[in-house]
């Protein structure tokens, strides 16, 4: 048996996930996308995994260029979330005016704000359906060790765990 693409995003969108952002500089100026199937490999040696869609444009810079960076959004960068995502009129390199940015070793933009990064090379790549599957080393990294992520589910943001457990309107155990 087999199931359709929209009852597979339908379960997949259940799971609530940190989100993140995968930037590159390219030939043109910086790129990146939502990266929300960004995961881990392995810690030794510290390797990272992500899917990119094909019709993501930065897919292009990611694969001439050879490296990239995941950035985990703390939960108040809901606005460079949406820029990323696609929900506003922000393109290209534009996105990258909602933020401050740095660098680590392999140039890929780092949000100053980010709770932590991880500056990878890319190792491989799988062509898989629709997409492209990333495998990359860790090169640098960094982390605040501080703060809140912004959880994604079923497309919609939440507030970081913090926020929600004084909210008024908390449903949660308790």
Sequence with gaps: MQIDAGKFWRCLGERAISATIVTVAGKDGPSGFLGLSATHVSADPPTMVVSIDKRTSALADVLSNRHFAVNFLPGEAETTAEAFGCKTALKGADRFRVGEWGTLTTGAPILASALGAFDC????????????????????????????PLIFSAERAFLPSSEAAASPNNLGPG
């Excluded at 090379?121 to 809140?148: N, Q, Y």
């Design 121 to 148: 090379e890319v190792e491989d790549t799988i062509d898989r359906g629709g997409v492209v599957i990333v495998i990359d080393r860790v090169v640098d990294a960094i982390s605040k060790g501080t703060g809140d």
